[in-house]
């Protein structure tokens, strides 16, 4: 297999057929999908990775499905994505992950994260990546703390604004070093 950025324990790619049934499933995870609005459809799973899929043959990343090397298994998203929605932080590349419920607690997303954000400059020629999760999100900040990214500020994600679950989203920066 052909891996865009390869760490000791995860292969990050472009996305293909044999994804969509664990992604779908995936997205039909509550637990997975608690910090968003809803699970989500087959359709708007598959729209998804074709969303994503798109955005990689244009500009050469996207949130990337990860395997773990050691199975070769499908377990879920890591990566870089443009953002445009409009705020005050935007336009800007994001990094976004989401995984399986039993991928959790190992270390893979900030693993495959921390790829992202070194492969971000001599890749990608991206000089400055931001992150998002909602203030409920602990897991998720918690990653972007421990890759090194900064807490710049709070905003309303249109995705999300009037849902009174989730007031706000924390935004991290990271800048890379001339
Ligand atoms: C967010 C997510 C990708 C993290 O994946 P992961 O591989 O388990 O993350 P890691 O193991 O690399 O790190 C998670 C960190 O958060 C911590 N954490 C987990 N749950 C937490 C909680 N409820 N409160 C505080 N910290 C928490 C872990 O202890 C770990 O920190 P540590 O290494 O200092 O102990 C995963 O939980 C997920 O897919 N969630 C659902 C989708 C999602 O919300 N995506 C983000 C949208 S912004």
């Given at each position: 297999m052909e891996y865009?950025?390869?760490?000791?324990?995860?292969?990050?790619?472009?996305?293909?057929h044999s994804d969509e049934l664990p992604f779908i499933e995936m997205g039909k995870d509550a637990e997975v999908m608690r910090h968003f609005p809803t699970v989500l459809s087959d359709a708007e799973s598959l729209d998804l990775i074709k969303r994503l899929s798109d955005h990689y043959k244009e500009y050469g990343y996207t949130y990337f499905a990860v395997d773990e090397l050691e199975t070769g298994e499908f377990?879920?998203?890591?990566?870089?994505?443009?953002?445009?929605?409009?705020?005050?932080?935007?336009?800007?590349?994001?990094?976004g992950w989401r995984l399986k419920r039993a991928a959790w607690g190992k270390g893979f997303a900030t693993e495959a994260a921390r790829a992202c954000l070194e492969a971000a400059w001599p890749k990608f020629g991206l000089k400055e990546v931001l992150a998002f999760a909602t203030d409920t999100n602990l897991a998720s900040q918690r990653v972007m703390q421990k890759i090194g990214m900064d807490h710049i500020g709070k905003v309303q994600h249109p995705m999300i604004k009037g849902d009174?679950?989730?007031?706000?989203?924390e935004v991290y920066k990271f800048t890379m070093q001339a």
């Amino acid at each position: 297999m052909e891996y865009i950025i390869k760490t000791n324990r995860l292969g990050l790619r472009n996305w293909k057929h044999s994804d969509e049934l664990p992604f779908i499933e995936m997205g039909k995870d509550a637990e997975v999908m608690r910090h968003f609005p809803t699970v989500l459809s087959d359709a708007e799973s598959l729209d998804l990775i074709k969303r994503l899929s798109d955005h990689y043959k244009e500009y050469g990343y996207t949130y990337f499905a990860v395997d773990e090397l050691e199975t070769g298994e499908f377990i879920g998203f890591t990566g870089l994505k443009n953002q445009i929605w409009e705020s005050e932080f935007t336009p800007c590349v994001d990094m976004g992950w989401r995984l399986k419920r039993a991928a959790w607690g190992k270390g893979f997303a900030t693993e495959a994260a921390r790829a992202c954000l070194e492969a971000a400059w001599p890749k990608f020629g991206l000089k400055e990546v931001l992150a998002f999760a909602t203030d409920t999100n602990l897991a998720s900040q918690r990653v972007m703390q421990k890759i090194g990214m900064d807490h710049i500020g709070k905003v309303q994600h249109p995705m999300i604004k009037g849902d009174s679950r989730f007031r706000h989203c924390e935004v991290y920066k990271f800048t890379m070093q001339a």
